[in-house]
């Protein structure tokens, strides 16, 4: 892992491209990899998904064309300025509806993309799958859900990833994404609350919350009052969810992201939700390589890696 300093990604966006290429080369050398080949997961802010339901008799050329028009009415722009993906994801069909064709639709702006692209090129990496970052995080996830309900054939789980920047609620059904909410307040806002609370510098208070030195009333003042409001923000959103839905419950909360151990985070979620809370290990149940075995490989490492663990479970996608 190699760190940022703040400013250089912004919700997403690559605000100092050199600086975070130089970052990537550093990280490849400290690796030691000798693989070039990569897949990158795009941040959800910067990618639109939608589903559409046409007739299943309608033809491949008729597709793309309700394709290019919903991307064009729900972005904005035209056509050629986005990078598109789709495909069928099934066939549907009721006592009082003929059969219809269930197709998903991933886009994002070209100039996001080839960002993305630049970055990897720039470390002499050859980038051969853009993804999103949701759906490899559910890649990863659904083997642990799997472990966890296997006696469950649907279990309605929740994901919430607390990243630097912002929070994500994403919950499932059967293993797909049927509900997704992302807003502000990651580990920035808390670096924010710190730095006006003290008044530092923003760079102090992040420094200082890195190294775990801050005032002895730090836990009172700031860090619980905002593990609590974060906590019945995302418990208000569950329940939105659950009235205007036909679930009536959670069965389970998987808690992921860089600042998902934040202290008392784990336990106010599952008091305010009533449903278990568990800290994600995407890597339970895998063998661990000599290099990692024993490591100071701790859960904070492990819970901000659940997408990139999902990248790379590509290759034994539906084997896992």
Not at 146 to 175: F, K, N, Y
Not at 208 to 216: G, M, R, V
Not at 234 to 263: E, I, P, Q, W, Y
Request: net charge negative; hydrophobic share 45%.
């Amino acid at each position: 892992m190699e760190p940022l300093q703040a400013g250089w990604i912004v919700s997403g966006y690559i605000a100092q491209f050199d600086e975070v290429a130089a970052a990537l080369r550093r990280l490849l050398k400290a690796s030691g990899s000798s693989t070039r080949e990569v897949a990158i997961a795009m941040p959800d802010t910067e990618v639109m998904t939608a589903k559409i339901r046409l007739p299943a008799d309608t033809g491949e050329v008729e597709q793309l064309r309700q394709v290019v028009a919903e991307v064009e009415r729900l972005t904005g722009r035209p056509w050629a300025d986005m990078r598109v993906d789709h495909a069928v994801q099934g066939q549907t069909q009721t006592p009082v509806q003929s059969a219809e064709l269930e197709m998903l639709i991933v886009a994002a702006s070209k100039e996001k993309v080839q960002d993305r692209l630049g970055l990897a090129e720039s470390a002499g990496l050859e980038p051969v799958v853009v993804d999103v970052a949701a759906e490899a995080s559910m890649l990863a996830a659904r083997r642990l859900i799997s472990a966890r309900h296997a006696a469950s054939t649907s279990p309605v789980v929740a994901l919430i990833q607390v990243g630097t920047e912002d929070v994500s609620l994403h919950v499932t059904h059967r293993g797909e994404i049927i509900h997704a909410v992302r807003k502000s307040g990651g580990g920035a806002r808390l670096t924010e609350l710190i730095a006006q609370t003290y008044g530092l510098e923003a760079a102090a208070a992040e420094g200082q919350k890195c190294q775990e030195a801050l005032p002895a009333d730090y836990g009172h003042m700031v860090l619980q009052p905002f593990v609590r409001t974060l906590a019945d923000a995302l418990a208000g959103d569950l329940d939105a969810f659950l009235h205007a839905s036909t679930f009536r419950k959670v069965d389970s909360v998987l808690l992921a992201g860089g600042s998902s151990v934040l202290h008392g985070l784990q336990d106010a979620i599952q008091r305010r939700i009533f449903s278990d809370c568990v800290l994600v290990e995407p890597f339970s149940g895998m063998l661990l390589g000599e290099a990692v075995r024993g490591s100071a490989f701790e859960h904070a490492k492990q819970a901000d890696m659940l997408t990139a663990c999902g990248l790379a479970l590509r290759p034994f996608h539906g084997s896992c």
